[in-house]
């Protein structure tokens, strides 16, 4: 597969759009935070992640620009482009990044590196944007390899990829694996080469589906086996369109409606889609076509997301020369619909079920009382208990305590599965026979091995973290305990992960861990 990248694509399109020179500080924010940032703001410090008051402190005269993915696929349309005249098979990954069969130009400019030189170049000429190619076994592989402008050999991806951070695992547009990556780390599983070490049998048995394929990615494979089905014809949609579609807000509308139809044929014959191609004929006959590749299979929002975003980018940049008669959709490839999980209440005409849920639940309200159907929210605080706040439905969601703060002592993720309304007296002793206590200076008097729960016999410590302390409220009744500490208690199945707080000289179980 060969990659294509653009470096810091939304603030390129933005700055595009603004007739603003790369020479100056920008960066996107979505929702107050930083998305992207281009070279010369990272310079000054600016970083992804970042909050917005943050970034234009450390940066007075930062440029911000509120993340728009219509903008970023509209202006991408003209790079989408300039490959397609000299490559067949272009896919879009996402704004900012394309991918083609590696074989075909290869062959016809003489070798992989000729034939990414000659790419660049091209997008250069055409486009007036800076790019990097990358050449390896597959997706995954080539786009780190395009982020570091390198051409991996045939079979050697694997090799490639074992010294690389498994921080490299979270890509944008691609699945949240935030958590996982966090996991890894703690695991001791720093790089991609010490988790593909690891047998897919003990990671499916360990982790999730998801876990899984970022396993087979690690290992140089694709996401999932090369085992797809091809979808029959007739899932194919099309439409005529009377008059024909000359405006972005009509494309809108007619995307939104395709998108829904062909997810619902999809689902009839339980598939969801992962590539899409979108293909449309204007009054003159024109044919346009291109291919979306999609990392998680697509939903109908998604469908109609980058059908919105084709039609807009065609309309504008570089599109027909005259309005859009004809426009239909394929489904290029899909996997079986269960790889597609939905949220609890969404499905086929899931806004009309989401109003349904929302009306049931104000009349179980009415019969119970307000405080009979709560929404957790998560937000600040040092006790895994004290950070879930209830909120009445209807109610606004706002955390009681902002989660962004720094917390000293906080517990480290993952949380733990349950936390007790009431902890459960436990006995912590030494291999002495000593009782573990917390000093005035927050430091473990023994190294503990055995816990004892509710009277019960003791068992034996396998493994343990902390103590994390934060002596709160010390000078009322209600005082939060003094430190928590995290023990793997028994040497065989079945173990118990638990969450012991000291409080007043005596230990209890907080909450338990899956």
Not at 171 to 190: A, H, K, N, S, V
Not at 277 to 297: F, N, T
Not at 435 to 458: E, F, Q, S, W
């Amino acid at each position: 597969m060969l990659v294509l990248w653009c470096p810091d694509w939304p603030v390129v399109a933005a700055a595009s759009g603004a007739g603003l020179s790369l020479t100056i500080p920008m960066a996107v924010v979505a929702a107050n935070r930083v998305v992207a940032s281009s070279a010369v703001a990272r310079a000054e410090g600016i970083r992804r992640g970042m909050r917005r008051r943050e970034a234009q402190g450390r940066c007075p005269e930062l440029v911000v620009f509120e993340d728009d993915p219509v903008r970023d696929a509209r202006l991408f349309e003209a790079v989408a482009a300039a490959v397609e005249e000299l490559a067949v098979g272009v896919e879009i990954v996402r704004p900012g990044l394309v991918a083609v069969p590696a074989r075909g130009p290869a062959g016809y400019f003489g070798g992989e590196e000729a034939a990414a030189e000659r790419l660049i170049d091209q997008v250069a000429d055409r486009a007036g944007v800076e790019c990097q190619v990358g050449v390896a076994d597959g997706l995954f592989a080539a786009t780190l390899a395009a982020h570091r402008g390198l051409v991996v050999q045939e079979g050697q991806s694997a090799q490639f990829l074992a010294p690389l951070a498994v921080n490299e695992l979270q890509q944008p547009g691609g699945p949240d694996r935030t958590e996982l990556i966090d996991l890894l780390r703690r695991l001791g599983l720093r790089t991609l080469g010490a988790f593909a070490d690891v047998t897919e049998r003990d990671v499916a048995t360990r982790f999730d589906a998801g876990a899984v394929r970022a396993h087979r990615l690690a290992r140089g494979l694709d996401e999932r086996p090369p085992s797809r089905r091809r979808p029959p014809p007739d899932l194919s949609i099309s439409t005529e369109l009377d008059p024909p579609v000359e405006r972005v807000d009509a494309a809108a509308f007619v995307a939104k409606s395709l998108a829904e139809r062909l997810h619902a044929g999809l689902a009839a014959h339980g598939l969801a889609c992962t590539r899409l191609g979108i293909y449309a004929r204007s009054e003159r006959d024109e044919e346009l076509g291109r291919v979306w590749r999609c990392a998680e299979p697509l939903t109908p929002n998604g469908i109609a997301d980058r059908v919105r975003w084709q039609l807009d980018g065609w309309l504008r940049v570089g599109g027909p020369t005259a309005g859009i008669r004809t426009l239909w959709l394929e489904p290029e490839e899909v996997v079986e619909g269960k790889a597609l999980q939905l949220d609890l209440w969404r499905g086929e005409g899931h806004a009309e079920a989401a109003e349904k849920a929302g009306r049931a639940m104000v009349r179980v309200q009415g019969l119970l009382g307000p405080e009979a159907v709560c929404t957790p929210v998560l937000g600040g605080g040092r006790d895994p208990g004290e950070r879930v706040r209830l909120v009445p439905w209807g109610e606004e969601l706002t955390p009681a305590a902002d989660p962004d703060m720094p917390w000293p002592g906080q517990l480290p993720a993952p949380s733990p599965a349950v936390v007790f309304p009431d902890p459960v007296p436990v006995t912590v002793f030494a291999e002495s026979g000593e009782p573990v206590h917390v000093t005035d200076r927050d430091m473990l008097t023994a190294t503990p091995a055995t816990v004892g729960v509710n009277g019960g016999a003791p068992r034996p410590v396998t493994a343990w973290a902390g103590p994390w302390t934060a002596n709160e409220r010390w000078w009322t009744h209600a005082s939060t305990c003094q430190a928590r500490l995290q023990v793997l208690i028994g040497a065989e199945p079945p173990q118990a992960a638990l969450l012991l707080g000291y409080r007043q000289g005596k230990w209890a179980v907080y909450a338990h861990y899956d």
